[in-house]
């Protein structure tokens, strides 16, 4: 399989203002991974957890503060801003809000068509257009003219999502970043959202780092899920393997608490107490120990290892041989 | 009033008026309510869900219209209540909890005063010392540490906000709460804690809740009973294990198979193609014709009537009862 991105020890840590010192939010801390070609990469976490920023990392959004991304083999950490333009049209980024993600002053053919004609795809506007036409129509935005001449504000949140996806595919891009792309979105909506990022994968070939809170949806778009805790890696496995045989006590407890529509009721919960903490400063150990049900004292002063169980099956908790 | 259930609403209107249009934002809206039930009314963005329970509570802004046939709750009539006697049922008779617990509180003041002041609204005569030990008491059956009475709401996160909003509710020993959205902001793990809480709080208060929500999930992880709204209207309505594992009405079937779920096989997903009604135009036939996917001719023109099959009722064309 073809290695389109990879990760490695990727730290991004931001500064805090303290009296008499400085502290650090360590947001990304030591984070390695890498997608294959066509593959979905989900990253799961709660709010805080540094999955938002591990994607502006990995997409050069922001600058790391240590580690290396590999991009289609080239390493793409620190270099700068003219040399990163080779690369952005193959890699894209959809973002939660997508109001937010267009110019509320450009019509969508307008936002739809100058990227390619920045990245000279088409020969001509017209061209171009005609594009943009198919693509709308192959992904059920139909009729396409009812769409272009209008502004995003005149279009529902569903309906705009799926024309940021659709402005991120017609650069064919080799990576795309698709951070909580739904979470705004209704039920009926999302559903068609997911089918078509899926569509796209298949057709295109684009591999997604897919960046969600949900376990469910994660479970149905990806491939493998990487559970993310405090800034740092948790559990990472194959989607099916993770939720079926979930090792890491962190990612048993999301899974259990994770509501569900399946008749068998009265499930034995995995409970745990308190709340996501801020890894400030953290202390050596686990960064899951100060609510895990089970810390041991090795937890509070030792980090885990990585340690694969299964092949591909990777955990970071001591509890585990 | 005899053999009347708990909370009856029959035929609830609600509409704002703008400019030059009304909004029917809920539309003969009837539903029965019995002691000690956890209804969950769930729907989309848009579908009147907030609205009638802001109704319910009579918490409108001055531009909405609100009718009923009947609105009664434990034997008494609160459709024509004057402003007076509806101070003496909330809080004391039917508490809420909103979603944005942040915007419920005032940021200046201590929680403790916030909560002192809900006191002091209904038994004006508890001393200062008396209300702090009733709280601390009160905290500990929500898992919220006393301290928590001492600061200010910046200082809590929104699991413990929305704890603070729901022990403000509990105060006065209601006999309903209604629950608006108020796991939506929060993550899996507080949301599945929290609603915990709430069923064991239900039982242990003795309470009849209205759980407000977008989630099917959550519907089934505490409701016994579910109402599903459509741009206003009721179509579904029964208990919880009859309407989402046995959906009868096509809205509830999509709405079923548009949910991802963690325990439910490889399904695909499916959305629900269209979007919303105006909702400023009366719809002739049944609300959902637009979007239906086993419409009859019928339903364009004539309003399905209300098909009661035991205790699960249903609004379409294609249900006989």
């Given at each position: 399989m073809e290695r389109i991105l990879e990760a490695k020890r990727l730290k991004k840590y931001y500064p805090i203002r303290k009296i008499g010192r400085r502290s650090y939010v360590k947001a990304v801390d030591n984070i390695s991974f890498s997608v294959e070609k066509g593959e979905i990469l989900g990253i799961l976490g709660e709010s805080g957890c540094g999955k938002t920023t591990l994607g502006r990392v990995i997409t050069r959004l922001e600058t790391e503060n240590g580690g290396d991304i590999f991009f289609l083999g080239n390493n793409i950490s620190g270099i700068n801003y003219r040399k990163m333009k080779n690369f952005r049209q193959k890699m894209q980024v959809i973002f939660q809000n997508p109001y937010d993600s267009f110019d509320p002053r450009m019509t969508i053919i307008k936002s739809l068509e100058t990227p390619m004609k920045l990245l000279n795809i088409g020969q001509s506007k017209k061209n171009r257009i005609e594009i943009i036409r198919d693509a709308m129509e192959k992904a059920k935005l139909t009729p396409a003219y009812d769409y272009l001449e209008r502004y995003p504000h005149e279009l529902s949140g569903g309906q705009l999502q799926r024309i940021s996806m659709l402005r991120s595919m017609l650069l064919k891009p080799s990576f795309l970043v698709a951070d909580e792309c739904v979470s705004m979105l209704d039920a009926s909506v999302r559903a068609e959202v997911l089918n078509m990022l899926l569509q796209f994968r298949s057709e295109l070939e684009t591999s997604i780092l897919f960046i969600t809170h949900d376990i469910s949806v994660a479970k149905y778009m990806c491939d493998r899920i990487m559970v993310i805790y405090a800034g740092k890696v948790m559990e990472i496995a194959d989607a099916k393997e993770l939720i079926s045989n979930p090792m890491h006590p962190y990612t048993k407890a999301l899974i259990s608490y994770s509501p569900t529509?399946?008749?068998?009721?009265e499930r034995e919960r995995f409970t745990i107490a308190g709340e996501v903490v801020t890894p400030i400063d953290p202390p050596p150990g686990c960064r899951f120990a100060s609510r895990c049900p089970f810390a041991k004292g090795i937890c509070r002063t030792e980090e885990p290892e990585m340690k694969e169980?299964?092949?591909?099956h990777f955990v970071a908790c001591h509890l585990i041989d | 009033m005899l053999n009347m259930p708990f909370m009856r609403l029959k035929k609830v209107d609600i509409s704002y008026k703008l400019e030059n249009a009304s909004v029917k934002a809920v539309r003969s809206f009837s539903c029965d309510i019995e002691k000690g039930d956890i209804v969950g009314i769930v729907g989309e963005s848009g579908s009147g869900k907030s609205t009638l329970a802001l109704g319910i509570m009579r918490?409108?802004?001055?531009n909405a219209l609100l009718s009923a046939e009947i609105m009664s709750f434990d034997g008494k009539n609160?459709?024509?209540?004057?402003q007076d006697e509806l101070r003496r049922i909330r809080w004391k008779e039917i508490s809420i909890v909103f979603q944005k617990a942040m915007n419920a509180l005032s940021p200046v003041h201590k929680i403790f005063t916030q909560m002192y002041d809900v006191i002091t609204?209904?038994?004006?005569?508890?001393p200062k010392g008396r209300a702090y030990k009733m709280l601390t008491e009160l905290f500990g059956k929500i898992n919220l540490p006393s301290k928590v009475l001492n600061m200010y709401p910046h200082e809590l996160s929104g699991g413990m906000m929305q704890r603070v909003m729901i022990a403000m509710s509990l105060i006065h020993n209601p006999k309903m709460i209604i629950f608006d959205e108020v796991t939506t902001a929060l993550d899996v793990i507080t949301q599945g804690q929290l609603l915990d809480e709430i069923k064991r709080l239900v039982k242990e208060f003795g309470l009849t809740a209205i759980i407000i929500t977008h989630d099917i999930g959550v519907v089934n992880e505490v409701c016994n009973k579910v109402a599903v709204m459509y741009a206003g209207e009721l179509l579904e309505y029964g208990r919880v294990k009859d309407v989402i594992f046995s959906p009868l009405h096509p809205y509830t079937k999509a709405l079923v198979k548009s949910h991802p779920d963690l325990r439910i096989g490889n399904e695909l997903i499916k959305g629900i193609p269209g979007s919303l009604p105006d909702l400023t135009y009366p719809s002739k036939g049944c609300i959902f014709y637009p979007r239906c996917d086993v419409r009859l001719d019928l339903c364009k023109d004539v309003k399905p009537k209300i098909s009661v099959l035991g205790d699960h009722i249903v609004k379409c064309h294609r249900i006989q009862g």
């Open positions: 529509i399946s008749p068998q009721k169980i299964s092949p591909g | 918490l409108l802004p001055p609160i459709l024509n209540l004057n609204a209904h038994s004006s005569d508890i």
